[in-house]
């Protein structure tokens, strides 16, 4: 029985997983951070489930040992895909925030000038483009 609830915790933590590598994946910032709160849930949900397991010494059948080996790979694959893009959407806010920052730059420091007189070139913000899909 203990080992059926780790794997139903398990099977919850992968959907969850599933669903907001998704919306990463789409770069819908938005509906990823509404999946968090459900994905630490199913992770804590999953980390009792596991030590129940182990404190009660529990040894799965052999269906159960399958299942959990599947599931455990599963998690893996979800998980480092997981890492992979919340990694990639933490550099691309960070970019966003940069080039933001730089644009005001020039409008908050004092006039400088250059050789003549003339007032020296202001930095430009780098482009960055962003596309979603809905």
Known sequence: M???SL???GLRLADAL???NEALSRFDM???AK???AKIRASEAFAAAHGAVHRTASRPDTTERVAAEALSTRLKT???ENRRLLERAIALQARVIETIATAAIPH???ATYGRGGYNAASRL???LALATRA
Request: hydrophobic share 50%; glycine share 0%.
């Open 35 to 37: 999946l968090a709160e």
């Open 18 to 20: 599933d669903a907001e």
């Open 7 to 9: 794997i139903n915790a």
């Open 2 to 4: 203990m080992m059926q």
């Open 108 to 110: 908050a420091r004092p």
């Open 78 to 80: 979800l998980s480092d």
């Open 30 to 32: 938005v509906s990823a």
């Open 125 to 127: 913000a780098p482009s």
